[in-house]
């Protein structure tokens, strides 16, 4: 909180849209979609299914739960033999 002449003001950040909260982080859409479903905080409008995010609890929540868990380690190796097995050369 910031204080003006001895008066508290409380400042609540803009709440932005998935495409708004996706670009800020510079992420796609898909993936912020996919970072939602893991608890990533979001407010969804009553009546509709549109979704606004507080840029400040996202950071947060980004913080505190790293996704490197959920991804896989792939060697440079591992990497060739994969495309390989897909295309086939």
């Known amino acids: ?6 008066t508290e003001l409380l ?3 803009r709440l ?3 495409r708004r ?6 992420l796609s859409e898909d993936t912020l979609d ?4 893991r608890g990533c905080p979001c407010v969804r409008v009553p ?7 507080n840029p400040n609890r996202v950071v947060a929540w980004l913080e505190e ?3 490197n868990q959920d991804r896989e380690t792939v ?15």
């Open 1 to 6: 909180m910031a204080k003006l002449d001895g």
């Open 11 to 13: 400042i609540q950040p």
């Open 16 to 18: 932005l849209d998935r």
């Open 21 to 26: 909260m996706a670009l800020a982080l510079c």
């Open 34 to 37: 996919g970072l939602r479903k």
């Open 47 to 53: 009546g509709t299914s549109k979704l606004l995010f």
């Open 65 to 67: 739960h790293p996704d």
């Open 75 to 89: 060697t440079a190796q591992q990497a060739r033999e994969k495309a390989d097995a897909v295309f086939g050369t």
